[in-house]
């Protein structure tokens, strides 16, 4: 199997998903950011939830031919990267969601997409020793947060301008 064209196919598609989802966000409703702050909002992302996609599948396609032969054994390895690829793609599916909240006017899912990129590079970091690949999802998660901070003056002046409370934390 050639890697390079997979990973890049597979890189390829990310960018065409987070291009198609940010289209689709700036036609199904007009937020007042550009739509090159909407791509970079959705491109981290797109990029993970694609490659942990195919993380699982190459995974699980391997260890469906090593059955085959007879040779497969359920082990903490095969489980941790299995749960590993699970909860990545749990976690940028459900930053891809509170980006289409917020783009859509919903300035509370800008506090819970930074909790979704905190847990992500929380999870992520420590496997970079590792394996250098589990970058990806730190990468990824700063292109949005980076995103997220350039755009957040332009977000603020939206929800003011449509009258749209900030989330105010209220200690008791």
Do not use: C
């Not at 260890?63 to 793609?89: E, K």
């Not at 919903?106 to 250098?132: C, E, Q």
């Amino acid at each position: 199997m050639n890697r390079v064209l997979i990973d890049n196919s597979v890189l390829a598609l990310g960018l065409l998903f987070a291009l198609l989802f940010s289209q689709y966000l700036f036609k199904t409703k007009r937020p007042s950011v550009g739509k090159l702050s909407v791509f970079f909002l959705t491109l981290g992302s797109s990029i993970v939830h694609m490659n942990v996609w195919a993380h699982l599948f190459a995974v699980s396609i391997v260890n469906y031919q090593i059955a085959q032969q007879g040779g497969f054994h359920y082990d903490l390895r095969f489980y941790a990267l299995i749960q590993f690829g699970v909860v990545l793609m749990l976690l940028s599916g459900y930053s891809l969601d509170q980006v289409k909240h917020l783009v859509r006017g919903d300035m509370i899912a800008r506090k819970r997409l930074l909790y979704s990129i905190g847990l992500t590079i929380l999870f992520s970091v420590p496997l970079i020793p590792f394996n250098p690949i589990a970058s990806l999802p730190t990468l990824g998660s700063l292109v949005t947060l980076i995103t997220l901070t350039v755009t957040r003056k332009q977000f603020d002046a939206s929800a003011k301008e449509k009258n749209i409370a900030q989330p105010e934390i209220v200690l008791s």
